[in-house]
Nanobody, 122 residues
Framework: VQLQASGGGRVQAGASLTLSCAASGGSFSSLAMAWFRQAPGKEREFVAVISRKGLFTSYLDSVKGRFTISRDNAQNLVHLQMNSLRPEDTAVYYC????????????????WGQGTLVTVSS
């Protein structure tokens, strides 16, 4: 499956952004989808995951209550709504797909989007 992420940008602290990831070339509803992020000089870290039918979600502790992952299986889209953004959320955000029902480690994911940059200034 091919993934195309979009929606990044530069915002002030406290603002909101919504990232989107469009999937093509595979059976989207058979894939769990996730967002990861990688800040400069840091390892890629898990942000959020959503199960195939959207019934299960899981989040990085530091984004709980601020970020919401959702999916639209009819449109082959997954979104990450990010509210109350903080400077420490600055990173390149990647969407990823796995045939496993849900996972949180990068090695479990088979397909990756190209990344979209989110910059949050204080």
């Amino acid at each position: 499956v091919q993934l195309q992420a979009s929606g990044g940008g530069r915002v002030q602290a406290g603002a909101s952004l919504t990232l989107s990831c469009a999937a093509s070339g595979g059976s989207f509803s058979s894939l769990a989808m996730a967002w990861f992020r990688q800040a400069p000089g840091k390892e890629r870290e898990f942000v959020a995951v959503i199960s195939r039918k959207g019934l299960f979600t899981s989040y990085l502790d530091s984004v709980k209550g601020r970020f919401t992952i959702s999916r639209d299986n009819a449109q082959n889209l997954v979104h990450l709504q990010m509210n109350s953004l903080r400077p420490e959320d600055t990173a390149v955000y990647y969407c990823a797909a796995t045939l496993r029902n849900a996972a949180t480690t990068p090695s479990a994911f088979d397909s990756w989007g190209q990344g979209t940059l989110v910059t949050v200034s204080s």
